[in-house]
Nanobody, 116 residues
Framework: QVQLVESGGGLVAPGASLRLACTGSGPTFSTSFMAWFRQAPGNEREFVGAITYTGFTTYYARSVKGRFTISRDNAKNTVYLQMNTLKPEDTAVYYC?????????WGQGTQVTVSS
């Protein structure tokens, strides 16, 4: 299984940008379907976006489409979530997820707070 560590969270003002990174260890990262989820206080964890192992295809939740971009660098075992035009409702703990042939792994999460 892939071990995942997220980074890049923080406190930003509305309209700002952040880039999250998720670095994985293990030989299967480059063949893993990678996704980002988020969970706000009192809410269930929700899908944000995903990227195929080749990086050729991405998927986004309607709430972030056009503002967030997922990319990956398999040479660095890292997947990125570029978040632009952040809104207060984007405040949540963001989690990275790897799925490799049905085996899933989660990172510990990184906090993103959007507030003026």
């Amino acid at each position: 299984q892939v071990q995942l560590v997220e980074s890049g969270g923080g406190l930003v003002a509305p309209g700002a940008s952040l880039r999250l990174a998720c670095t994985g260890s293990g030989p299967t990262f480059s063949t893993s379907f990678m996704a980002w989820f988020r969970q706000a206080p009192g809410n269930e964890r929700e899908f944000v976006g995903a990227i195929t192992y080749t990086g050729f295809t991405t998927y986004y939740a309607r709430s972030v489409k056009g503002r967030f971009t997922i990319s990956r660098d398999n040479a660095k075992n890292t997947v990125y979530l570029q978040m632009n035009t952040l809104k207060p409702e984007d405040t949540a703990v963001y989690y990275c997820n790897a799925d490799q042939a049905g085996l899933t792994s989660w990172g510990q999460g990184t906090q993103v707070t959007v507030s003026s």
